[in-house]
């Protein structure tokens, strides 16, 4: 009943820039939480980014002052502003949210989208 929909991924060379987007869509109460992770080739999801309904960010510490997170909780989208990138920012990205369906709270993922910093 809900989507995640993710764009906006690719190849960039290092020190070059992505943005991200993530639509939530379908059955939706509210949107909680939202945020972005990770997945390197043989490494665990990491969490990137978060971002709280009210607009409050948190990110690893490998990503601090790089990424941007943001959300326009209008349109249920969030955003991943993504700079100064580099080799070992290559993964498969997932955006993710916390949303109320009538009275349940559930955790939805996107469908991944693939980043490729090249050296």
């Known amino acids: 009943q809900v989507q995640l929909v993710e764009s906006g991924g690719g190849l960039v060379q290092t020190g070059g820039s992505l943005r991200l987007s993530c639509a939530a869509s379908g059955n939706i109460f509210v949107v909680n939480n939202m945020g972005w992770y990770r997945q390197a080739p043989g490494k665990q999801r990491e969490l990137v980014a978060r971002?709280?309904?009210?607009?409050?960010?948190t990110y690893a510490d490998s990503v601090k002052g790089r990424f941007t997170i943001s959300r326009d909780n209008a349109k249920n989208t969030v955003y991943l502003q993504m700079d100064s990138l580099k080799p070992e920012d290559t993964a498969v990205y997932y955006c993710a949210a916390d949303i109320y369906t009538t009275i349940d709270l559930q955790h939805y993922w996107g469908q991944g989208t693939q980043v490729t910093v090249s050296s």
């Open positions: 971002i709280t309904a009210g607009g409050d960010a």
